[in-house]
Each structure stands twice: as C-alpha cells, then as structure tokens.
C-alpha cells in the first residue's frame, strides 16, 4: 500500500579514489537513514570518476556484483532501507560499461536495473569535452520501479533534456522520477534547476535528483551540485546547497492526486499528426 514517505538525497564530490568515494557516498546514505529517510538516493558516478581506462578494472557485472555491489546490498541491510544508486559503472557485453541505476530493497536484493539511455556528448565553451559513448553502452528500456510511496522511474543525468522519457515513465504508473546526476557546472548554472522542475510540472511526479559536485580532479571535470527534491506542482521542498551533505522530504502520493486533479494536464493530452 502506498504511504507518505521520507526520502533522502546525497550529494557528494566522487573522484578516482574509489574506497573514499565509498566511504562517503555510503556514509552519507546511512547519515540520511538515521535521519528518518526510508528510501535514500544517491548520485551518478558515486563510486568513481576518472580516466576511462582506470574505470574499466573497476566495472562489475549485475545483476551478479562484485565487491561494490556488495558493500551497497549490506548497507541497505544494515539500515532496512531503499537504497538508489545512480550512475553503477555495470559491466557491458560489448566491452563497455552501462550507466546503470540500481534499485536496492531492504533486504539488499536488486528490485530493478535501469540502463541510461542518453548519453553525453559534448564539447562545452569551457574547454570541457565529454564523450560518454566512448566508454559507455547506452540502455533501451523505460524503467518503473516499487517504492513505499508506489511507483518510481528510474532516469539518468543527461535523460532530463528528454521529456519524452519521463512522459512515457508518467505513463506507466510513475507518481516520482529519479535523475541522479553528475551535471556539469557550466550547464548547471542556468539549467539544473529549470529542467528538474519542469520535468516535475510536465508529469506532475516528485522529481528526485541527487547530485555530484565540485571538482573531481580529472581534466577540469567540475559538477553543479545543488542536489533537489521537486513536487508535482514544481516546488522544491528539499535541496543540497553547499558541499557534501544530504537532505530530506516527504514524497506523498495524496499530493499528486490533488495536483493532478487541480490541473488534469496529463488527462487532457490529445493525440495530433
């Protein structure tokens, strides 16, 4: 049965040291249990960023595991908590990785695996250059998971800029999105926030998005942060502003229901050529 639920969301500044970055992505999650979260949410990339040929000794195969994936399962054991990793580098059949976002149940089993399925290819006015397909296989299918609150869509990062995603997620029964995220600090600046809400507006869902940033001490590499918690009517009610932390809000599925009902967008969507 749905409920009214407390969520956390982390943020954090992951670089290519992989014990740290556990130590603190993990830290953190467990900081946000302790607080009253019973879902807790963490950012892409939390285990590690860095060089592509470093990264591959550090890919493991799902829903099988290795030794980061098992640290993840005992925590949400430890805690009896839903635990979302985004950004698992998952071992790819073509030799690359997927971007995988990783729903973890209380008892520390995998409840779902969703693949990212845009990627990031850019070169940025910075200098920054990203080319996610290098190193990276994208996914194919829309992802709804079970959460306390009820049903849950599972995105990724760069997918924002994508509505078509989260409609068809709003579609499938999603009253709540996730998009962990590891957004760059030139495109976070005027575009963060903006799409976060917007997605939240167009589908009328909670928007989740946990976040990476600072510097992550790999070829100018810099991400926005300000990690979030939006409504359905576009609020936020809940975000990171500053460095390493987490917070906390309730995702109440009696709030989509009214906002849905006051403005019935979704219902009044009319097929066109």
Not at 12 to 27: K, P, Q
Not at 44 to 70: D, M, N, T, V
Not at 126 to 152: N, Y
Request: contains cysteine; proline residues 5%.
């Amino acid at each position: 049965m749905s409920e009214t639920t407390p969520v956390g969301i982390v943020q954090m500044c992951a670089t290519s040291d992989v014990e740290a970055n556990l130590a603190s992505a993990l830290g953190l999650a467990r900081e946000a249990a302790e607080a009253g979260a019973k879902m807790v949410f963490l950012p892409e990339a939390f285990a590690y960023i860095g060089s592509e040929r470093e990264r591959r000794q550090w890919l493991e195969p799902l829903p099988k595991g290795g030794p980061i994936l098992a640290r993840c399962q005992a925590l949400a054991r430890d805690c009896a908590v839903h635990l979302v990793f985004g950004g698992f580098h998952e071992r790819a059949a073509d030799g690359r990785a997927h971007n995988t976002c990783v729903h973890l149940g209380p008892d520390g089993e995998i409840a779902a695996l969703y693949r990212k399925i845009h990627l990031f290819d850019v070169d940025l006015a910075d200098g920054t250059r990203l080319l996610e397909s290098r190193g990276t296989a994208p996914g194919d299918r829309a992802v709804v998971t079970r959460a306390p609150f009820g049903a849950l869509g599972l995105t990724v990062c760069y997918d924002i800029r994508f509505p078509a995603l989260y409609q068809r997620l709003a579609d499938m029964g999603a009253i709540a999105l996730t998009a962990p995220s590891a957004f760059t600090r030139t495109t976070g600046r005027d575009h963060w926030e903006v799409l976060m809400r917007a997605r939240a507006i167009e589908t009328q869902c909670y928007m989740i998005a946990p976040a990476q940033h600072g510097d992550h001490g790999h070829r100018g590499r810099q991400s926005w942060g300000h990690g979030l918690i939006v409504d359905p009517w576009g609020d936020v009610i809940a975000s990171c502003d500053g460095g390493d932390g987490f917070a906390v809000a309730d995702v109440d599925p009696t709030r989509v229901t009214e906002v849905r009902g006051q403005l019935p967008s979704l219902a009044n969507r009319r097929a066109f050529s």
